[in-house]
């Protein structure tokens, strides 16, 4: 891991012990919130006007996830008051995204935030720019070598747990048939999705693979994948716009009624085919999250060298019909450990708990987790859709 060059004369003039506390809440340093020339904070080692980020990522303009992304660095550069760049490929291309982050590190921004889709193509770009004293951190692809390449941290889910959880999900609405739907290949993360997703299942799962960036060929091939397979019971994609052509490919195969389809990753359309029932779940890993706090953690480390000490889960958590419910290991913990026992639910009672969160029973009364509607959706619909409280192209509820 990374040796953090940061001496007690740094430590003194940031502001010595005072700025631990204040730099969680954004105040510069003990004297409150001191405005520097550009706008931004001015406490701390360096002013926040004059903090650039570059965001090199692999996301490509036609996937849906791209805009919450983007949402998310735009919403961390206006409430920081820095400059926040994001950047992806026209079309999924390591090549192009190599490009991309050797343009970012030429830029010689105060810091970057970045995904690792390939650890091999990638990783010695990382340590390129963190042996050129730039900070970095992980967000969405690159869980498995954030801290050997010496970065901040990781924000994402872990990947092959919640295509287990995905799976396990499948196998108890009485799937044990099943494709997985690979809509970009070469990308680690999605493979590790499909390889989680045929543990959870436990029975027979065929991974596909289609081709992204055209819609029609999604739909043709997976459509062709169903008549091909018979005894297909369900289908996962790893993708919104993936999601919308396998319903369309269910259809135009005629198994409305004998495949099930469920997704990785929400979109105002795939809230939608929830709510419908046409998708039996979805999973979120909140990637307006994702980007936030990644600018967030580098503000916070460049003004104040401080940053988490592990990688910090976003996800999965799983959105259906009903509710919205964090996935839990068979411990009945959250992922990332720390914190985890405040979330279940008390034997016998429905109180809300401290957060006002109130505890989801079903019907057997056994604890399905929480119910984080009231206090939190509102926001999460302002992440995927950009505006506050609704979706593009219509209002609704986070949960459905």
């Known amino acids: ?236 994609t790893l993708g919104p716009e993936a999601a919308a052509q396998a319903l369309r490919a269910v259809e135009a195969a005629g198994r409305q009624d004998s495949v099930k389809v469920a997704t990785f990753d929400i979109s105002p359309d795939v809230l939608k085919a929830v709510q419908n029932g046409d998708l039996l779940f979805a999973i979120d890993q909140q990637m307006f999250l994702q980007t936030y706090a990644s600018a967030v953690t580098l503000v916070t480390y460049i003004q104040y060298r401080l940053s988490p000490v592990t990688a910090v889960p976003t996800g999965p958590s799983f959105v259906t019909g009903g509710q919205r419910v964090p996935h839990r290991g068979r411990s009945g913990q959250l992922p990332g450990g720390g914190g985890a026992a405040r979330h279940r639910c008390r034997a016998g009672s429905d109180a809300y708990d401290s957060r006002g969160v109130r505890p989801l029973r079903g019907l057997d009364g056994r604890c399905r987790g929480y119910d984080h509607r009231d206090s939190h959706d509102r926001v999460r619909l302002a992440a995927v859709g950009g505006g506050a409280g609704r979706l593009r192209g219509g209002a609704g509820r986070r949960v459905l």
């Open 1 to 236: 891991m990374m040796e953090r060059g940061f001496s007690r004369r740094d430590f003194l003039k940031a502001g010595g012990v005072g700025i631990a506390g204040a730099a969680l809440f954004g105040v510069a340093g003990c004297g409150g919130a001191e405005q520097g020339d550009e706008g931004g904070e001015a406490g701390g080692l360096t002013s926040r006007g004059d903090i650039r980020i570059e965001m090199p990522t692999h996301m490509i303009p036609p996937d849906p996830n791209t805009a919450i992304m983007q949402n998310g660095a735009e919403q961390a550069a206006k409430d920081m008051g820095v400059d926040v760049q994001f950047r992806g490929p026209d079309q999924f291309s390591i090549p192009e995204i190599q490009q991309i982050f050797e343009a970012s590190i030429a830029a010689n921004p105060s810091g970057i935030a970045a995904t690792v889709p390939d650890p091999d193509a990638l990783g010695p770009l990382v340590q390129k720019a963190v042996n050129q004293g730039i900070p970095v951190v992980l967000f969405n692809a690159g869980l498995d070598v954030w801290e050997e390449l010496g970065t901040q941290t990781y924000y994402g889910q872990t990947e092959l747990e919640a295509g287990v959880a995905a799976g396990e999900r499948m196998a108890d609405a009485g799937i044990k048939n099943a494709l997985c739907v690979n809509h970009q290949q070469g990308q680690l993360t999605l493979e590790t999705r499909c390889e989680g997703f045929d543990k959870g299942v436990g029975g027979s799962v065929k991974q596909i693979a289609v081709d992204g960036s055209d819609p029609t060929a999604m739909r043709s091939g997976m459509e062709t994948a169903l008549r091909q397979n018979p005894d297909v019971e369900g289908l996962l």
